[in-house]
């Protein structure tokens, strides 16, 4: 089956979160071997037990993307279990209530959020992307998906910095599919709008929830698991032929004019002209 990663190696940073751990559950599921990768240890090696315990292989590595010795050393860490990398799925990122909470617009913007934005989000998928380049390089074969945002084509009028950093990534990831497609290594982009995971959720006020939803055009918000499929794609044989691609995943909310729920006031709906 050309979804089928039997065999694979696979690593996903941000392994213990709503997105991250979907995705190595599913990696798992598909046949993959799983390096579940976070700053939180205990939580990723409660992942690599959940994958494990449907009869896959998988570990836990500790990371944290800020630190160039530590993705070397983690890098160090697979190759000397499993010998290989397959894929790399670059899904941390630093997004927690209190940075956000100080990711303003560009006017009100305090340099250390814009530095640490780019430091864990652009910087640490970079050196990622860098250390499993060299092992797919040797083996002429490889898959790189790298997580973006849908705030990455959209300006908004707060989380300057994160959305920044986003756009960046979409940049390195078509360099990546550029300089390396003629050895066999693919890269895309996949960029989640809002997902309805815990965390999320939780983090949100009431009203801007409410307006999340009204702009999405699907009927639900999407969950981890919608992201998560969308990743266990780009890393199949069956997208074989696709690279260099930013592919949102947002349930339509990055395709439309903002404030379409509004405009519905005026305009007649589809619903509304069903005889």
Same mark, same amino acid.
């Given at each position: 089956?050309?979804?089928?990663?039997?065999?694979?190696?696979?690593?996903?940073?941000?392994?213990?979160?709503?997105?991250?751990?979907? @995705?190595?559950?599913?990696?798992?599921? $598909?046949?993959?071997?799983?390096?579940? !990768?976070?700053?939180? $240890?205990?939580?990723?090696?409660?992942?690599?037990?959940?994958?494990?315990?449907?009869?896959?292989?998988?570990?836990?590595?500790?990371?944290?993307?800020?630190?160039?010795?530590?993705?070397?050393?983690?890098?160090?860490? *697979?190759?000397?279990?499993?010998?290989?990398?397959?894929?790399?799925? /670059? /899904?941390?990122?630093?997004?927690?209530?209190?940075?956000?909470? $100080?990711?303003?617009?560009?006017?009100?913007?305090? @340099?250390?959020?814009?530095?640490?934005?780019? !430091?864990?989000?652009?910087?640490?998928?970079?050196?990622?992307?860098?250390?499993?380049?060299?092992?797919?390089? +040797?083996?002429? &074969?490889?898959?790189?998906?790298?997580?973006?945002?849908?705030?990455?084509?959209?300006?908004?009028?707060?989380?300057?910095?994160?959305?920044?950093?986003?756009?960046?990534?979409?940049?390195?990831? +078509?360099?990546?599919?550029?300089?390396?497609?003629?050895?066999?290594?693919?890269? /895309?982009? *996949?960029?989640?709008?809002?997902?309805?995971?815990? &965390?999320?959720?939780?983090?949100?006020?009431?009203?801007?929830?409410?307006?999340?939803?009204?702009?999405?055009?699907?009927?639900?918000?999407?969950?981890?698991?919608?992201?998560?499929?969308?990743?266990?794609?780009? *890393?199949?044989?069956?997208?074989?032929?696709?690279?260099?691609?930013?592919?949102?995943?947002?349930?339509?909310?990055?395709?439309?004019?903002?404030?379409?729920?509004?405009?519905?006031?005026?305009?007649?709906?589809?619903?509304? +002209?069903?005889?």
């Amino acid at each position: 089956m050309g979804n089928s990663l039997e065999g694979r190696v696979a690593i996903v940073t941000g392994g213990a979160g709503g997105i991250g751990s979907a @995705t190595c559950r599913l990696l798992g599921e $598909r046949g993959a071997r799983v390096v579940v !990768a976070d700053i939180d $240890r205990a939580r990723a090696e409660a992942v690599a037990d959940e994958v494990r315990s449907s009869g896959r292989e998988a570990m836990s590595v500790t990371v944290d993307l800020s630190s160039e010795e530590s993705i070397t050393a983690m890098f160090e860490t *697979v190759v000397e279990r499993f010998g290989r990398l397959d894929i790399m799925d /670059n /899904n941390a990122a630093i997004l927690t209530p209190e940075l956000a909470q $100080r990711d303003l617009d560009i006017g009100g913007m305090e @340099t250390d959020v814009w530095d640490i934005c780019f !430091a864990v989000n652009t910087r640490g998928t970079m050196l990622c992307c860098r250390e499993a380049l060299k092992i797919m390089e +040797r083996q002429r &074969s490889g898959v790189i998906v790298n997580t973006a945002s849908n705030l990455a084509l959209q300006g908004n009028v707060i989380q300057a910095a994160y959305s920044a950093s986003k756009a960046a990534i979409i940049q390195m990831t +078509r360099s990546i599919a550029t300089s390396h497609g003629h050895l066999g290594i693919r890269a /895309n982009t *996949v960029l989640p709008g809002l997902t309805g995971s815990k &965390s999320a959720l939780e983090n949100l006020p009431d009203r801007l929830l409410e307006i999340v939803r009204e702009e999405t055009l699907t009927p639900d918000l999407g969950d981890p698991m919608d992201i998560a499929h969308t990743v266990a794609f780009l *890393v199949s044989d069956e997208a074989r032929y696709i690279t260099g691609q930013a592919i949102a995943a947002d349930g339509g909310t990055s395709i439309h004019i903002p404030g379409y729920a509004r405009l519905r006031e005026f305009f007649p709906s589809p619903e509304d +002209r069903q005889p």
